[in-house]
């Protein structure tokens, strides 16, 4: 067991699952027992905490934990002082940021942040929608929510602000989204005492690169040909905008051609490849790209 330990807050709830597979995919093997709140990881240096992504800048910002993955809105919502030291788009069902909305029922006369004066607004993001209302020059009762908020109008609110990454739910509770408030991703945050600690601080941004080649990785494939000489350009010429390795065969009428691309361009590639002179093809996975 190393005597120095990186505390690192792993978000539970909705991102756990997601973040598990982005770490095995960096080459951390992060366990979940259960009622256990304390993940294990193959490295002796890093110490998990499943925290929930609301309260992790809370955290990290008092130094309980040194750093933690948890979304740009939860820094803005605690208003933390901590330090944002990468962006990884990832969420629990897509790789865009998702969106903090004002929704109201379809029928609603709500059409603008205007008609919000003296309106009762339910969210989890108090902060957030209060600082938004007072731009706009609006005073309403903004209460916070402990989930379920799209049941809630028009009975117990006049509208909403909630998370949404696909809409779909908001429209299956008859809701429409009238505006955005806040596009939001998943940042890797530190306390910034522990940010200026070299050994935490190399620890952290050794595992922040491999991070961020799993993801660069994600809907990339590997393709390896062998290619006559004769047939060369043919074959570069499919491949526009790419930079394949080229390198010499035992035989020196044939060429070894390896490229890095698109998932979904392979299946149009690979019988240009073949029909060009292209042979003994291969398509591989990629685990981590690293830039």
Not at 92 to 98: A, E, F, G, T, Y
Not at 146 to 172: F, M, Q, R
Not at 280 to 291: A, G, Q, R, T, W
Request: aromatic residues 6%; glycine residues 6%; proline residues 6%.
């Amino acid at each position: 067991m190393s005597d120095r330990v990186l505390k690192l807050g792993i978000p539970a709830g909705s991102l756990q699952e997601a973040t598990a597979d982005l770490f095995r995919k960096a080459g951390y093997k992060l366990t979940f027992a259960s009622r256990s709140y304390y993940p294990a990881i193959d490295d002796a240096e890093i110490h998990c905490t499943l925290i929930r992504a609301q309260e992790m800048p809370r955290y990290v910002q008092d130094g309980s934990l040194d750093c933690g993955l948890t979304g740009h809105d939860w820094v803005i919502e605690n208003d933390a002082q901590v330090d944002e030291l990468a962006e990884l788009v990832f969420s629990k069902v897509s790789r865009r940021p998702v969106r903090w909305v004002l929704a109201v029922p379809t029928d609603s006369p709500i059409q603008g942040p205007k008609d919000l004066q003296g309106k009762r607004i339910a969210t989890e993001v108090v902060n957030i929608t209060r600082k938004w209302l007072a731009t706009h020059g609006v005073t309403a009762n903004v209460e916070f929510s402990w989930g379920a908020t799209e049941v809630k109008p028009p009975k117990l609110a006049d509208a909403i602000v909630e998370v949404t990454e696909t809409g779909s739910s908001l429209k299956a509770n008859n809701l429409r989204i009238v505006c955005d408030l806040l596009q939001s991703t998943t940042r890797f945050i530190a306390n910034p005492a522990a940010a200026a600690d070299p050994w935490k601080r190399r620890k952290m941004d050794d595992l922040i690169l491999m991070l961020k080649g799993a993801m660069a990785a994600e809907g990339r494939v590997g393709l390896m040909m062998n290619v006559p000489r004769a047939s060369q350009e043919a074959v570069l010429a499919l491949m526009p905008g790419h930079t394949p390795t080229l390198s010499s065969l035992s035989d020196p009428a044939w060429v070894d051609v390896v490229v890095i691309l698109s998932e979904e361009e392979v299946r149009e590639l690979v019988p240009a490849l073949k029909r060009a002179g292209a042979t003994s093809i291969v398509e591989f996975p990629l685990n981590k790209i690293i830039d």
